[in-house]
């Protein structure tokens, strides 16, 4: 059975913070894996990840994958509330193209002013 | 930007009662999703659907579930006959390539289902 842990499952921190989110995974066929950043509803695409080592930045946001170890981090720095959210991350494998993405619990990240 | 549109934003219904979930996923994608998360738990896939098929389909997806897409454009979720435990939010989700770019999947903004 595929599998997505994140950690830590809830942090709290204040504005100007650094945070770094963790997700582990254990799946057949690993395809890419993507983090999505949710507020109330729907989640929002942040970034995906397909080859180890090569880091993906937006911003203060940045994510890096390591297929060896299998696991990636999600680094926010000069957090903001508007950062505030569940983060989660979600794993794409299996056989076909278009095969189901299995999620992780979701980091729940409050940023206080 | 182009965005996944889901109707209705919420509704509540007897259990035992039919409903019907809609989406528009994005005009050019080929691959679309439906996953459900429940109160308090993680986000669960439940099927894909590619070719006017399903791809894949999770434990979860049992006879009371089927999908269609019936004109091109719309992408129902029918529950045959909802129980309590269905309560939860239902993402529709859309991909172009299977989510093999740099988008990903899209997600629209959910339809909180209430079973009475």
């Known amino acids: 059975e595929d599998k997505v842990v994140q950690s830590p499952l809830s942090l709290v921190v204040h504005e100007g913070d650094t945070v770094t989110l963790n997700c582990s995974y254990e799946v057949t066929n690993f395809r890419s894996l993507l983090w999505y950043k949710q507020e109330k509803k729907a989640p929002t695409f942040l970034f995906m990840l397909?080859?180890?080592?090569i880091e993906k930045k937006s911003g203060r946001l940045s994510s890096i994958l390591d297929k060896k170890e299998l696991f990636s981090i999600l680094n926010i720095t000069a957090t903001q509330t508007g950062d505030s959210a569940i983060y989660l991350c979600?794993?794409?494998?299996?056989?076909?193209?278009?095969?189901?993405?299995?999620f992780g619990e979701g980091t729940q990240l409050t940023v206080n002013p | 930007e182009p965005e996944v549109t889901q109707t209705p934003s919420h509704q509540v219904t007897q259990m035992g009662q039919e409903v019907i979930l809609r989406c528009v996923p994005i005009?050019?994608?080929?691959?679309f999703y439906w996953y459900r998360q429940i109160l308090g738990q993680k986000v669960e896939f439940l099927v894909s659907f590619y070719n006017n098929e399903i791809s894949e389909k999770s434990e979860i997806f049992d006879d009371q579930f089927s999908v269609e897409r019936p004109d091109g454009s719309n992408f129902t979720l029918k529950i045959r006959s909802t129980k309590l435990e269905d309560s939860a939010m239902y993402f529709c989700?859309?991909?172009?390539?299977?989510?093999?770019?740099?988008?990903?999947?899209?997600f629209g903004s959910g339809t909180r289902l209430t079973v009475v």
């Open positions: 989700a859309s991909s172009a390539t299977g989510g093999y770019t740099n988008y990903g999947y899209t």
């Open positions: 397909t080859s180890s080592g």
């Open positions: 979600a794993v794409g494998a299996g056989e076909t193209s278009g095969s189901r993405l299995t």
């Open positions: 005009s050019n994608h080929l691959y």
